[in-house]
């Protein structure tokens, strides 16, 4: 069973605007989040994370939000650029004892298009 | 910058082969790990490493096994290919926590 839902497979938004990614978990020993960007023939890239003891995490473009209690967090982009276009696969793990050292849970993804 | 270094981008193989993928890293991490990516299914964890010579499965172990000799190599073996094993391979290692993790260009592989 997923653990990490990314519910929209797609996402259409014009340049300059805000494009919102979703993600959603259901196990509550998770404490850290991240987001991956992935063109197509490229491995992904890591791109922003979240710790659970934040709710919000920003770099340049990019801001993470994360609500505990709705085990759910998203990605924004503002303003969105064509180059922006690619899927986003957000991710999450387990710290502490009894963590699997290391191991991710991914989500499906969600592509995103940016249109000009 | 951590290099993640997959010996093959493109492959064909026929079914029924033996197929080695081979990835190196240069940032003397921990973990390694192997997934798959398959369209709509995501990022698939098939095995994972975190030390030489120690490996765990992941979700999607079956027709797969692993080799990690030396800490910068993890190999992924597959004993006798099949066509529902096309698919983008992807290599990636990490230090530990927290738990990011870098990827290597990926490897495509297609079984005929």
């Known amino acids: 069973d997923q653990q990490v839902k990314q519910n929209s497979p797609s996402l259409s938004v014009q340049e300059g605007r805000i494009s919102i990614l979703n993600c959603d978990y259901t196990n509550s020993m998770f404490d850290y989040f991240l987001w991956y960007k992935k063109y197509p023939a490229e491995g992904p890239t890591f791109l922003i994370s979240?710790?659970?003891?934040?709710d919000k995490n920003e770099d340049g473009r990019f801001t993470v939000f994360l609500n505990k209690s709705a085990k759910h967090l998203s990605l924004h982009i503002v303003p969105s650029q064509p180059g922006d276009s690619a899927v986003y696969f957000c991710?999450?793990?387990?710290?502490?004892?009894?963590?699997?050292?290391?191991?991710?849970?991914f989500g499906r993804g969600t592509q995103l298009t940016v249109w000009p | 910058d951590v290099k993640v270094t997959q010996s093959s981008r493109y492959l064909v193989k026929r079914t029924g082969e033996k197929v080695f993928l081979e990835c190196v890293q240069d940032?003397?991490?921990?973990?390694m790990f192997w997934y798959r990516q398959d369209p709509g299914l995501g990022l698939r964890l098939i095995y994972f490493s975190y030390d030489v010579k120690m490996k765990e499965k992941g979700d999607i172990p079956e027709g797969y096994s692993v080799s990690r000799e030396k800490k910068e190599r993890f190999s992924l073996i597959l004993e006798s290919a099949s066509t529902n094993q096309t698919s983008m391979y992807l290599c990636?290692?990490?230090?530990?926590?927290?738990?990011?993790?870098?990827f290597g260009e990926g490897s495509w592989l297609t079984v005929v």
């Open positions: 940032m003397d991490h921990e973990n």
């Open positions: 990636a290692s990490s230090l530990g926590q927290p738990n990011t993790i870098y």
């Open positions: 991710a999450a793990s387990k710290v502490g004892r009894g963590s699997t050292l290391g191991r991710l849970y």
């Open positions: 979240i710790s659970s003891i934040k």
